[in-house]
Each structure stands twice: as C-alpha cells, then as structure tokens.
C-alpha cells in the first residue's frame, strides 16, 4: 500500500489544522493507521493511531483532547484534525500503516512497514 501525506502548513497558536492520509494499491480498511511526528533534532514520535481490529483510537497525551484521528474507508483516508495547536506541535508529520501491529506496539515506529512522505506543520507563536 502507498501512503500520501497531506494538510500540513503554517498555522498560527490557537489554531487548527486537518492533515490527511491517502492510500492506494491496498484495501485501507485492514490496517491500523498510525500518526508520527518529528520535531528537527528529534527522534519520530507517536502521535496517533486509529486500531484496525476495534476501531480504537490511541492518542500520546500531548495531544489527547485536542487532537481527533478519522478514517472514511471510501475514501480510502485516515484524517488528523488538530486543533488548539501550540508551537510545541511543530513537527514534520508522518502517517504509518500496518496490517499487523498489535495494540502494544502501536506507538514504536518499527511496527509499520507502509510510510507517507511526511507533511511539515508549522505553528507560530
């Protein structure tokens, strides 16, 4: 499956912000989707996941009640709607796939073996 990552920009504090994820060559709706995130200078970082097998979703706690992760398997696409955003969520972002990571390593970037190519969010303070 190819993932492309989309959405991203330069928003300022307060704001929000919806990226998306749009597969092909795979049927979407097997996989967990998992948003990452890399500040420059840092290692990627989990943000989210929307759990394939309960349709759970996972957020790290930066990010909970404030960040909601979708899915329209029509559309084959995995959204990130990101609101109240802080210039500590500056980061390029990363949407992940697998068919077969299981709810304990959602988080660990190894676990996914499908990548978009990352979309830069910017937020100013």
């Known amino acids: 499956v190819q993932l492309q990552a989309s959405g991203g920009g330069l928003v300022q504090a307060g704001g929000f912000l919806r990226l998306s994820c749009a597969a092909s060559g795979g049927t979407f709706g097997r996989y967990t989707v998992s948003w990452f995130r890399q500040a420059p200078g840092k290692d990627r970082r989990f943000v989210a996941t929307?759990?394939?097998?309960?349709?759970?979703?996972i957020y790290t706690d930066s990010v909970k009640g404030r960040f909601t992760v979708s899915r329209d398997n029509a559309k084959n696409t995995v959204y990130l709607q990101m609101n109240s955003l802080t210039p500590e969520d500056t980061a390029v972002y990363y949407c992940a796939a697998s068919s077969s990571v299981i709810r304990s390593n959602v988080a660990c970037p190894d676990a996914y073996a499908y990548w978009g190519q990352g979309t830069q969010v910017t937020v100013s303070s």
């Open positions: 929307l759990y394939m097998r309960d349709r759970s979703t």
